[in-house]
């Protein structure tokens, strides 16, 4: 069963103003699915073949470039897509709340670790929010399409929290100013879905 490009939960333009239509019809529709094409392509055929993705990158050879790069493609827009919405923004509530204001001292320490993940990863790249087992948040960044569960890439817990910060996730609307990229980001951030994850992996 070859893995298929998942549908944006919601219309092209749903983000504007803060993402732009015309950058989630090509990110969506030519990149991810490029990542989603290229990861069959590699597994198909190999003892890969068939295990979940969350399974592929968790026990993954690092050297294996092109499940590396094409299966960390899949999973991180996969997830990209769902913690944002048009009904995002603000703030968490409840555990997540807490556990972020156990790491981070609030919400505004938080947010300004996020941003500056986000913004110091040098190149192409990804800011995660992640959960430990046993509930522990971590803000952390990873090169290129890496992921937190692949192992040994210096970014642990599960992902439950994730920026793209490659350039064709905003030069269209936001040029060099990735900044101003991450400051729209939190506007759309879906803080349900995040809570969802953080239950589901603490
Ligand atoms: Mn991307």
């Known amino acids: 069963m070859a893995f298929e490009l998942p549908a944006l939960p919601y219309a092209h333009d749903a983000l504007e103003p803060h993402?732009?239509?015309?950058?989630m019809e090509i990110h969506h529709g030519k990149h991810h699915n490029g990542y989603t094409?290229?990861?069959?392509?590699?597994i198909e055929g190999t003892d890969l073949a068939?295990?979940?993705i969350d399974d592929i990158l968790k026990g993954l050879d690092l050297k294996n470039t092109a499940v590396r790069n094409n299966g960390g493609g899949f999973y991180n827009h996969s997830l990209f897509w769902t913690v944002m919405s048009p009904d995002g923004g603000g703030e968490p509530t409840g555990e997540l709340a807490e556990a972020i204001n156990a790491a981070y001292g609030s919400f505004a320490d938080f947010k300004a670790k996020f941003a500056s993940a986000a913004g110091t990863r040098f190149g192409s790249g990804w800011a995660w929010l992640c959960v430990h087992s046993g509930g522990k948040v971590e803000v952390c960044s990873s090169a290129n399409q890496d992921n937190p569960l692949m192992p040994g890439i210096?970014?642990?817990?599960?992902?439950i929290l994730g920026l793209d910060v490659w350039e064709h996730a905003y030069y269209l609307n936001y040029q060099n100013r990735r900044p101003d990229y991450v400051a729209s980001f939190?506007?759309?951030?879906n803080w349900n879905k995040v809570a969802e994850l953080f239950a589901a992996n603490k």
């Not at 939190?186 to 951030?189: A, K, L, P, W, Y």
């Open 37 to 42: 094409n290229k990861l069959n392509a590699a």
């Open 19 to 23: 993402i732009d239509t015309k950058t």
């Open 50 to 52: 068939g295990k979940s």
């Open 154 to 159: 210096g970014c642990g817990g599960h992902p």
């Open 186 to 189: 939190f506007e759309v951030i």
